[in-house]
């Protein structure tokens, strides 16, 4: 089929061959009458042979002979005919005459052009700027302007026939080798690939930015939202203290009640006995690598002595550190076998209390109190209250992709409700821990912290910490690492390594808290390997509270004296002054806590 194309647009420009033959005696007489070169003529075949063999598709030799010189004929091909003249131009001192008749090829438009062919096909048809003289004579300067157009049009059609013979291959081949319609090579592959790499890389970027931006438009919304509840209820209680409906109703005295203790917020004095109902919850006492087969850990909660071990099962249990025999410390004896043994007189306790073993005596029926215990995710804990304990134990463990690095317990010489109150500060932090992880940071202009009108969780402004108070002692905090105002964005979610923390600040007794601190990190596993890391750790979270607890002891001693540690509350005490308002809840025994859930 190739073949017979190639041999069909042969025969297409042979059939102007007939005429060229008999037009070059007469282009000789022309060239030699004006003086006219033959150079150019020539020069004007070769472009046409170039362009003709460039796009041949057949490559052989004979075949591009043969092309060259049908397109050299075709160059030629000049539609002149001479005759005597009646006008004789005087300019050029022309003896005799001739006359030109203007010959314009057959009428049609253009082909369709290919977008890779653009540049080389896109020659003006010249007919358009050519009048029209048929069956005219003309003088010598208007054959030559004659002559000019057809030699333009002469290549516009070479043009347009060599581009018809480019189709009709190009369809050929289509038809002949489907593969070839997509064929591209390695580089131009690897080179679409590249781009297409590169623009999804920016749409990433983008809807990372998007993200970004909408994370930050929901917060400002959510503290707006604060903003206007806060208004609204200093609105509503000042129009309830003008204006007091009188109500025997016991639920209209809780609201008032509650409402009154909202408004209010006086934290001074000794410490007021615990509550029992502040015990009605499940407290982490200890992590579970801590706790051996063979070993104890005493403790105090509420104001109570406790001793913690293992029993056979290698279940925790968690039992008071007084014999029943004659109120001595457990926690000087040993576990043997599951059982916790006094080391007075040897009597041994189970993890349920009751005492198994009287050596030197006849046994009785002899138990101590031993509080409901349970280990989960890698904590023990326990139900101190008298309310049976809830079915279910709230989870403590980093978010996803968070490795745990150390876990470190600290018993501490405050009241547990001080060390919170410091925990859920920020803003204090570029003034107290200067030696510390805060050295070197910038006080901001305004610190914000960022929460819902009904919550205890909330993100710092504009540090990049998320944090949480999560009832009854633990707060959790995730840190962007890197100085606040400098950083790859104003949240921890744009921030590429980040620090986890837990602290539960067990209530030991009235002037004394139990630590338990859990650091977790998304970067750096290699860190747990380390040898003694564990102390290097444990150091930096000594050198911070240190930094924190002489402020804080100082508070607790004026405090015992009567000063109000709360007397003047500011917006960026906002997480504090909430757990606050949720504890005097508890411990005033409301039906329904604040900011729950």
């Known amino acids: 089929m190739e073949g017979q194309l190639r041999s069909l647009s042969s025969q297409l420009l042979i059939t102007r061959i007939s005429k060229i033959s008999l037009l070059l005696s007469l282009l000789s007489k022309i060239t030699t009458k004006f003086n006219i070169h033959t150079t150019s003529f020539f020069f004007f075949f070769l472009i046409r042979w170039q362009l003709f063999a460039k796009f041949r598709p057949d490559p052989d030799p004979n075949s591009v002979e043969m092309s060259a010189a049908i397109a050299t004929v075709a160059a030629l091909a000049l539609p002149i005919s001479f ?33 890779p062919w653009n540049t080389l096909f896109e020659v003006e048809d010249p007919r358009s ?9 003309l003088d010598a300067y208007q054959a030559l302007e004659v002559a000019r157009f057809d030699i333009q049009f002469c290549d516009w059609k ?3 026939d060599v581009l018809a013979i480019m189709l009709l291959h190009e369809k050929v081949v289509e038809v002949l080798n489907p593969l070839a319609r997509e064929f591209k090579s390695i580089g131009t592959l690897k080179k679409e690939l590249a781009e297409l790499q590169e623009g999804l890389a920016q749409a990433h970027n983008q809807v990372h ?33 003008d204006v007091s409906p009188p109500s025997t109703s016991t639920g209209s005295a809780e609201c008032m009640k509650n409402r009154q203790a909202r408004r209010s917020l006086n934290v001074s004095g000794p410490v007021q006995p615990y509550s029992p109902r502040l015990k009605n919850f499940w407290y982490p006492i200890a992590f579970s ?26 279940k925790p249990g968690c039992v008071r550190n007084t014999c029943a025999h004659r109120a001595c410390p457990l926690d000087l004896g040993s576990v043997h076998e599951g059982r916790i043994q006094c080391p007075y007189h040897g009597w041994e306790y189970s993890t349920d209390g009751k005492c198994e073993k009287m050596p030197s005596t006849k046994l009785l029926n002899v138990r101590i109190k031993a509080l409901p215990c349970f280990e989960q995710e890698g904590m023990i804990w326990i139900w101190p209250g008298d309310d049976p304990p809830t079915a279910s134990l709230p989870s403590l463990l980093p978010p996803s992709g ?7 317990v600290m018993e501490l010489p405050v009241e547990h409700g001080l060390l919170l109150d410091n925990l859920l500060d920020l803003a204090h932090a570029p003034f107290t821990h200067t030696s510390t992880f805060a050295k070197g940071w910038s006080v901001p202009s305004m610190v914000k912290f960022l929460t819902p009108a009904n919550g205890l969780q909330g993100y710092w402004d504009p540090y990049p910490i998320d944090m949480e108070f999560r009832p009854p002692c633990m707060v959790l905090s995730t840190i962007g690492i890197s100085k606040p105002g400098k950083l790859e964005g104003q949240s921890t979610r744009e921030c590429s390594t980040h620090l986890h923390q837990l602290h539960v600040c067990l209530p030991s007794s009235r002037n004394k808290t139990r630590l338990l601190y859990r650091m977790s990190l998304d970067f750096a596993p290699i860190l747990k390997y380390v040898p003694f890391m564990q102390y290097v750790w444990r150091y930096f979270a000594e050198q911070v509270l240190n930094e924190d607890l002489r402020l804080v002891l100082g508070q607790q001693e004026r405090m015992l004296k009567g000063a109000n540690i709360w007397n003047l509350p500011v917006s960026y005490d906002k997480l504090g002054v909430r757990y606050r308002l949720w504890r005097n809840s508890v411990e005033e025994g409301y039906e329904q806590e604040p900011f729950s859930k």
């Not at 006359?99 to 253009?110: L, M, T, W």
């Not at 700027?129 to 004579?137: P, V």
């Not at 109570?304 to 290698?314: A, I, Q």
């Open 158 to 160: 070479a043009r347009q």
């Open 209 to 241: 930015i998007s993200e970004a931006r909408v994370s930050r438009a929901v917060d400002k919304l959510a503290y707006m939202e604060t903003l206007v509840n806060d208004k609204i209820m200093q609105e509503r209680t000042v129009s309830e203290d």
């Open 289 to 314: 690598a801590d706790l051996k087969d063979d070993t104890m850990i005493p403790l105090d909660c509420f104001e109570e002595s406790w001793v913690l071990f293992r029993g056979k099962d290698g």
């Open 402 to 408: 968070f490795q745990i690095h150390a876990e470190i």
């Open 129 to 137: 700027k050519l009048q029209r003289s048929d069956g005219k004579f």
């Open 83 to 115: 005759s005597r003249s009646s006008k004789i131009s005087s300019k050029r001192g022309i003896s005799g005459g001739f006359r030109v008749f203007a010959i314009i090829g057959e009428e049609g438009g253009s082909i369709e052009r290919k977008k």
